[in-house]
């Protein structure tokens, strides 16, 4: 069974800081990655989504990278600012099929002004 | 506005008294989800319909109904509550089959007393 984990769980940084949040699954064999982000007591945003034949994508500030050997994937996030504030999870999916994509537990990101 | 809503934001249920949370999307998408969020877990498939009249159970389909009569609405129903159903709940649709740019909806917080 894919297991996938964010590490750290929470993380606070000023603004303007550069910063870098993780996410790692246990079984290489992945068709997509995405990164999402949580908003309290809101729904899911999809931010970024990296094929498995993909080694990056970028969107804005954001750039997501993807190491399908290493079972790994970072989260860029340039220039921090407070609206940034929120949680983020990544998600893969092992195959086409709704029923095979695997949430992490999540990093909540805390932008101080 | 386009997109996903979920009916009631809230709710206080007692143990073995039933209820029906809400699904409703008006961008025509054949798939829908209904996902279940833990504290301090990633987000768990509950179920997942590709179509009208076509469902399928998720990872975690044990205490739950649903039904796709509609493109639009796809209801999620608690027959027996559990305390173990306390959970916020998000539903949500898309277009393509690997969720890729799935629209989410705000959530059910649901509190089984």
């Known amino acids: 069974k894919q297991e996938v984990t964010q590490i750290p769980a929470a993380l606070s940084v000023p603004e303007g800081e550069n910063l870098v949040l993780n996410c790692s699954f246990t079984d290489s064999a992945i068709y997509n990655l995405q990164w999402f982000r949580q908003d309290p007591g809101k729904g899911l945003t999809s931010l970024l989504l990296i094929q498995s034949s993909q080694r990056e994508q970028t969107s804005g500030r954001l750039n997501a990278s993807l190491d399908k050997s290493s079972g790994r994937s970072t989260l860029y996030i340039a220039a921090s600012q407070p609206g940034d504030s929120a949680t983020y999870l990544c998600a893969v999916s092992l195959q086409t099929g709704a029923n095979n994509l695997f949430f992490g537990t999540g990093t909540r990101l805390t932008v101080i002004p | 506005n386009a997109g996903v809503t979920q009916t009631p934001k809230f709710r206080i249920l007692k143990i073995g008294q039933s209820m029906t949370l809400q699904c409703t999307q008006d961008?025509?998408?054949?798939?829908m989800y209904w996902y279940r969020q833990d504290p301090g877990m990633g987000l768990k498939l509950i179920y997942y319909?590709?179509?009208?009249?076509?469902?399928d159970k998720g990872e975690v389909p044990n205490g739950y109904n649903v039904s796709r009569s509609t493109t639009e609405d796809f209801p999620l129903r608690l027959e027996l509550a559990a305390p173990s159903q306390t959970s916020v709940y998000f539903c949500?649709?898309?277009?393509?089959?690997?969720?890729?740019?799935?629209?989410f909806g705000q959530g059910t917080r649901l509190t089984v007393v």
């Open positions: 961008m025509n998408h054949n798939y």
């Open positions: 949500a649709s898309s277009k393509n089959v690997d969720i890729l740019g799935a629209f």
């Open positions: 319909s590709v179509g009208a009249g076509i469902t």
